[in-house]
């Protein structure tokens, strides 16, 4: 590989993998989209929202179940990122770090606004770029709203 | 069009159209730089702000009138921009999506605090890419007080 | 350097600086990383946090004394970084901007929400871009909440 193509690869990646992840939150915030939100994760992925109070998800269907869920309990939600930083880039995997603020009101009336952060590992595939392990951390402590939001999952 | 030439002007297309939203916001911001704002538009473009109760706004002069009113009536505000996702990008023309969240206090008091999202067409011009629609929507409720701020546009 | 190369250069350049914002709110944001905070800045770098009612630090010792106090006195906090837009970018220097919201909590209990704007310079060293004045300002008025939860410095 040249040196042009290699660079040009470096910074197509770098937008590759900031797109999983917008297109992830994208998904997450439609209230619908459950196909192309378990698409940004390899077959076999890792959510673990245990530090939120929720559970450790792996494989598409958890993850598919779960939002099934969270998109059922909504009323509405907004998911902001932030401060996303790719630290390790090699060939086939990287490893990337960013924030999220969001809004949500559960369809019972609870609101919450919670600050959380994820370390994400990605790979490459045949179909791009995908999460196999997203870990999500509060960031700021939230008390257990998250876990009555969500108390039927 | 050589494929690198393609590739690096994938890339610069991608951050000219996010530096397009940021000098939209940067000059919103700055509570006076009307010529910068409507800059960012093309000469028929359609703002549409109406499902924040506000109105649909077509051609530089209407942008400018309405923000002329809003930075006469604003004490402050800031709009933080985030998941900006470009869906589509063709050889002149592209779609975007983003959010926005944005705190402000009217002169009067009243102080906002509303998350929003928008979806953007953009075309190349002579002159760089501009925005031609700009269509911002809701993404947590707002009730009524957008419209109470501006009640006089 | 051919025109490939120089397009490549301004890409990278552009993501490098965006990259030393990230590692610096990283550090930041990590409650204990006075390295990698100061490796972010020139030696005799200043960072102006005058208007926030907080001092004008100049060179690594003095940003280093201000965020060990910083850490000392804060419970927890979180740095959700936007907008940032780079408006001049030399061979060798750079000029960028961006807006930054907090959550934080003081041990005393004292808790601040606020919306703040930098300006930023920026040098090429060997080691790599690096800030050399980082002048951040209120975006939103917070009154002396910042001064009162670092009353001690």
């Known amino acids: 590989m040249s040196d042009i193509e290699a660079r040009l690869r ?3 990646d770098r937008a590759a993998i ?4 917008l297109a992830y939150y994208a998904a997450v915030d439609s209230m619908c ?3 192309g939100l378990v698409d940004c994760f390899t077959s076999d992925a890792v959510l ?9 998800l792996v494989g598409h269907d958890a993850i598919r179940a779960f939002f099934a869920g969270v998109f059922r309990d909504t009323a509405h939600h907004a998911h902001h990122i932030s401060n996303v930083r790719i630290s390790r880039l090699e060939c086939d995997e990287a490893t990337a770090h960013g924030y999220v603020f969001a809004k949500a009101k559960g369809v019972g009336g609870l609101e919450l606004f919670v600050h959380c952060k994820y370390d994400i590992e990605l790979v490459r595939t045949a179909a791009g770029w995908k ?8 960031q700021i402590p939230i008390g257990d709203e ?3 939001l969500h108390a039927g999952h």
Chains 1, 2, 3 share one sequence.
């Open 10 to 12: 470096a910074i197509e």
């Open 131 to 138: 999460m196999c392990l997203f870990d999500e951390d509060a």
């Open 146 to 148: 998250v876990s009555a």
């Open 18 to 21: 900031e797109d999983v992840l």
């Open 48 to 56: 673990d929202v245990g530090d939120l109070g929720l559970s450790r």
């Open 33 to 35: 989209d459950l196909d």
